[in-house]
């Protein structure tokens, strides 16, 4: 009896639960190509309340890669908000060739859907390939769809594959008519708010300045010279230099020139605020999510590579267009009440003629070339097969349909064609490695290196039947100016990784995180239901508590 009243008294002396707190708005910013290495490169010409504010008062993860390949936009937006690959998530690429269609797909594609907002933009837009549900996805869940989930970039997918399976909007540029638009998977007219900012025709007037540098060009000591060999011209200049007169260089009837310029972010920018007060973010009792995803960064970062002064200065003005967003964030949210995390969907290569002209590794690998010696190749051994289907970058699919005809043989002629195709790739200049279906099928999820990253950004519904991998430095075929992305090494893995507001505690950290554990992070502090496919973990070491 004692005993009982012992344990009664002790349960009922105990404090109560506190309520569970959570913030008042999630702002989830992606910039697109971005290297880790950026924010310290160019530190001294930021302002002290953009990209320093979330450094200096926020936790910065200084070791944060993407944990497999390919490293590419559609697939690395997605991997951050589900927290997992696609290998689980199956956005294995911007595009890739189905199988079942026999046609290259659109990531984010989606031909039940129409345009919103233009009479004929790229509307046919949704998230359904999209295989498992994002950090968005289970706000709306757990709130009972009663908080708001809102996404926006230049590129449908950058907008689209964050804002998950269940927002009440996703918005994107129109390179046709310079607005923002959406699809009839969200809404059947654009709201009252994004048709009103439309109606500001911002856009044309981006397009009547001039790109001058922020800074005079003389103190652009972080990067090349501004007249390179290794950068891609505008249309209509002789040289690839500042300024560059926008109104003279832009098309008729046309807006695509705004990407390439930090004028698409101020853009972007001046539209998420618009968001804020048009959907009343952060005001209700529920947590609201804003997902912003700046892709100018990218779209001007193939042209003229990691070291251009152009690229310089749009980061510089980016500071600002973050400077400015978190001072709305102060003022319609208040400070302390919102929780901002920034990050990229990959990083970039140095343009690889560069590489070579400095005796660096690097290189281009000829794939026109490579794709019919292949092809000419194997008809050597199979003379009456078409044993290739398709070559889609670095995915290899074999027609199934021509091992068909003899049950018997069809599985050792398989694994003959997939051992050819493998030592004749091996024997090309760049290709690292050469991967098959069988190796990645029974290879662990867990994996150590390049064969662990490839595993990771291999789903067997959608890729191909081989995966080839370039050798560090070295990529497709093409022009000598510009460069890319997707491969495994640090160079396109090593991205940021800031977190900042309520529930993070100032901070950094040089432990090697995978951008996979972002979406359970935040889970944690929104206090809800991991995504479904999620195999990331919290990052435990910037939580406020």
């Given at each position: 009896m004692?005993?009982?009243v012992?344990i009664?008294?002790?349960?009922?002396?105990q404090?109560?639960?506190?309520?569970?707190?959570?913030?008042?708005?999630v702002v989830?910013?992606m910039?697109?190509?971005m290297r880790?290495?950026?924010?310290?490169?160019?530190?001294?010409k930021f302002?002290?309340?953009?990209?320093?504010?979330?450094?200096?008062d926020?936790?910065?993860?200084?070791?944060?890669?993407?944990?497999?390949?390919?490293?590419?936009?559609?697939p690395?937006h997605?991997?951050?908000?589900?927290g997992?690959?696609?290998?689980?998530?199956?956005?294995?690429?911007n595009?890739?060739?189905?199988?079942?269609l026999?046609k290259?797909?659109n990531?984010?594609?989606?031909?039940?859907?129409?345009?919103?907002g233009?009479?004929e933009?790229?509307?046919?837009?949704?998230?359904?390939r999209?295989?498992?549900?994002?950090?968005t996805?289970?706000?709306?869940?757990?709130?009972?769809?009663?908080?708001?989930v809102?996404g926006m970039?230049?590129?449908?997918?950058?907008?689209v594959?964050p804002a998950g399976?269940?927002?009440d909007?996703?918005?994107?540029?129109?390179?046709?008519?310079?607005s923002?638009?959406?699809?009839?998977?969200?809404?059947?007219?654009?709201?009252?708010?994004?048709?009103?900012?439309?109606?500001?025709?911002?856009?044309?007037?981006?397009?009547?300045?001039e790109?001058?540098?922020?800074?005079?060009?003389?103190?652009?000591?972080?990067?090349?010279p501004?007249?390179?060999p290794?950068?891609?011209?505008?249309?209509g200049?002789?040289?690839?230099t500042f300024?560059?007169?926008l109104?003279?260089l832009?098309k008729?009837?046309?807006?695509?020139?705004l990407?390439?310029?930090?004028f698409?972010?101020?853009y972007?920018?001046?539209?998420?605020k618009?968001?804020?007060?048009?959907?009343?973010?952060?005001?209700?009792?529920?947590t609201?999510?804003l997902?912003i995803?700046?892709?100018?960064?990218?779209?001007?970062?193939?042209?003229?590579?990691?070291?251009s002064v152009?690229?310089?200065?749009m980061?510089?003005?980016?500071?600002?267009?973050i400077a400015?967003?978190?001072?709305?964030l102060?003022?319609?949210?208040?400070?302390?009440?919102?929780t901002?995390?920034l990050?990229?969907?990959?990083?970039?290569?140095?343009v690889?003629?560069?590489?070579?002209?400095?005796?660096?590794p690097?290189g281009?690998?000829?794939?026109?070339?490579?794709?019919?010696?292949?092809?000419e190749y194997?008809?050597?051994?199979?003379?009456d097969?078409?044993?290739?289907e398709t070559?889609?970058?670095?995915?290899?699919?074999?027609?199934?349909r021509?091992?068909?005809?003899?049950?018997k043989?069809?599985?050792?002629?398989?694994?003959v064609a997939?051992?050819?195709?493998?030592?004749?790739?091996m024997?090309?200049?760049?290709?690292?490695y050469?991967?098959?279906e069988?190796v990645?099928?029974q290879?662990r999820?867990?994996?150590?290196?390049?064969k662990?990253?490839?595993i990771r950004?291999?789903?067997?519904?959608?890729?191909?039947?081989?995966?080839?991998?370039?050798?560090a430095?070295?990529?497709g075929?093409?022009?000598?100016q510009?460069?890319?992305?997707?491969s495994?090494?640090?160079?396109?893995t090593?991205v940021?990784?800031?977190?900042?507001g309520?529930?993070?505690?100032k901070g950094?950290?040089?432990?090697?995180?995978?951008i996979?554990?972002?979406?359970?992070?935040?889970?944690?502090?929104?206090n809800?239901t991991?995504?479904s496919?999620?195999?990331?973990q919290p990052?435990?070491?910037?939580?406020d508590?």
């Amino acid at each position: 009896m004692f005993l009982l009243v012992v344990i009664s008294v002790s349960v009922f002396a105990q404090t109560p639960p506190k309520n569970i707190e959570r913030p008042k708005l999630v702002v989830g910013i992606m910039v697109d190509q971005m290297r880790q290495e950026y924010l310290l490169r160019y530190y001294s010409k930021f302002s002290d309340t953009g990209f320093k504010r979330l450094m200096n008062d926020g936790f910065m993860v200084k070791n944060g890669h993407y944990n497999y390949a390919p490293t590419v936009t559609g697939p690395g937006h997605a991997s951050v908000y589900t927290g997992t690959t696609p290998a689980i998530h199956g956005i294995i690429g911007n595009a890739w060739y189905d199988k079942q269609l026999k046609k290259d797909v659109n990531c984010v594609e989606d031909p039940n859907q129409m345009v919103i907002g233009s009479p004929e933009g790229n509307g046919d837009v949704s998230p359904w390939r999209m295989m498992t549900s994002t950090v968005t996805d289970e706000l709306k869940l757990f709130s009972q769809k009663k908080s708001k989930v809102i996404g926006m970039s230049i590129k449908d997918r950058g907008a689209v594959l964050p804002a998950g399976h269940m927002a009440d909007g996703a918005y994107w540029f129109d390179g046709k008519t310079g607005s923002f638009i959406t699809s009839t998977y969200y809404t059947d007219k654009m709201p009252a708010w994004a048709e009103k900012f439309n109606n500001q025709k911002l856009a044309d007037k981006y397009l009547s300045q001039e790109w001058k540098t922020f800074y005079p060009i003389t103190e652009y000591t972080e990067s090349g010279p501004d007249d390179s060999p290794y950068e891609r011209k505008f249309a209509g200049t002789d040289r690839p230099t500042f300024p560059y007169d926008l109104a003279k260089l832009r098309k008729p009837d046309s807006y695509d020139l705004l990407s390439f310029t930090p004028f698409a972010n101020d853009y972007l920018t001046e539209f998420a605020k618009s968001a804020l007060d048009g959907e009343k973010l952060g005001q209700a009792t529920t947590t609201d999510f804003l997902a912003i995803s700046y892709s100018s960064t990218d779209i001007l970062g193939h042209s003229v590579g990691p070291t251009s002064v152009e690229l310089e200065d749009m980061y510089i003005r980016l500071d600002r267009n973050i400077a400015d967003l978190l001072k709305t964030l102060d003022a319609k949210i208040g400070a302390g009440k919102y929780t901002v995390f920034l990050t990229a969907d990959h990083a970039v290569s140095d343009v690889a003629q560069y590489l070579k002209d400095n005796r660096m590794p690097g290189g281009y690998v000829a794939n026109s070339a490579n794709k019919v010696n292949l092809q000419e190749y194997l008809k050597q051994y199979f003379p009456d097969k078409d044993v290739i289907e398709t070559i889609d970058g670095d995915r290899i699919y074999l027609n199934q349909r021509a091992f068909q005809s003899d049950p018997k043989a069809s599985g050792i002629e398989m694994l003959v064609a997939t051992e050819l195709i493998t030592n004749f790739l091996m024997a090309q200049d760049g290709i690292a490695y050469v991967f098959s279906e069988n190796v990645l099928r029974q290879g662990r999820f867990d994996e150590d290196g390049i064969k662990g990253m490839v595993i990771r950004g291999y789903h067997p519904k959608r890729s191909g039947d081989l995966v080839t991998i370039t050798e560090a430095g070295w990529y497709g075929s093409g022009s000598v100016q510009g460069t890319t992305h997707g491969s495994p090494y640090k160079y396109d893995t090593h991205v940021p990784m800031l977190f900042f507001g309520f529930g993070v505690k100032k901070g950094s950290t040089v432990k090697y995180h995978p951008i996979t554990d972002i979406a359970p992070t935040i889970s944690m502090l929104l206090n809800i239901t991991l995504p479904s496919g999620c195999t990331g973990q919290p990052i435990v070491e910037l939580m406020d508590n």
